[in-house]
């Protein structure tokens, strides 16, 4: 993992009016939120088994996260990398998820190494940024 330095961390805006810059610049809300606490996902890079991610986790300051009116207030962007099993599992799962009712294998690294770390630091920072001036330029942004 790789921590960022942006300026979006420490930046507040309402979880319903961010979501029109975090789709347009191909941002989704990564699938392990709860009311309290969530991140926006962006791949970086994918090939084979290997995805490299810009995350921007955030925490919910008031109301809940499944409401557009909730207050939420970014955090330390990083970059991750999650290795997959392209292949097939050997355990009981293999037949969920042969039969589809088991959508995802779990990763096989979810914290991997990640090579050339100033590439990949750089590539995330300008990401988050592109972010950062989309909310700004719409004026979604408040300081805390």
Request: glycine share 8%; hydrophobic share 35%; proline share 3%.
């Amino acid at each position: 993992m790789l921590k960022l330095q942006t300026d979006l961390e420490g930046h507040v805006a309402y979880f319903g009016i961010v979501n029109n810059c975090v789709e347009e610049q191909g941002y989704h809300l990564g699938g392990s939120w709860d009311y309290y606490h969530g991140c926006f996902d962006h791949t970086l890079y994918r090939e084979g088994a290997e995805t490299i991610y810009i995350r921007i986790p955030f925490v919910v300051l008031d109301g809940e996260l499944d409401r557009p009116e909730a207050l939420i207030k970014f955090t330390t962007p990083f970059v991750i990398k999650h290795v997959v099993n392209l292949g097939l599992d050997s355990d009981e799962s293999s037949l969920l998820d042969a039969t589809g009712f088991s959508q995802f294998q779990a990763p096989l690294d979810t914290d991997g190494h990640i090579e050339d770390k100033s590439k990949w630091a750089h590539a995330g920072e300008v990401a988050v940024k592109k972010l950062f001036d989309c909310l700004s330029e719409q004026n979604y942004l408040q300081t805390s």
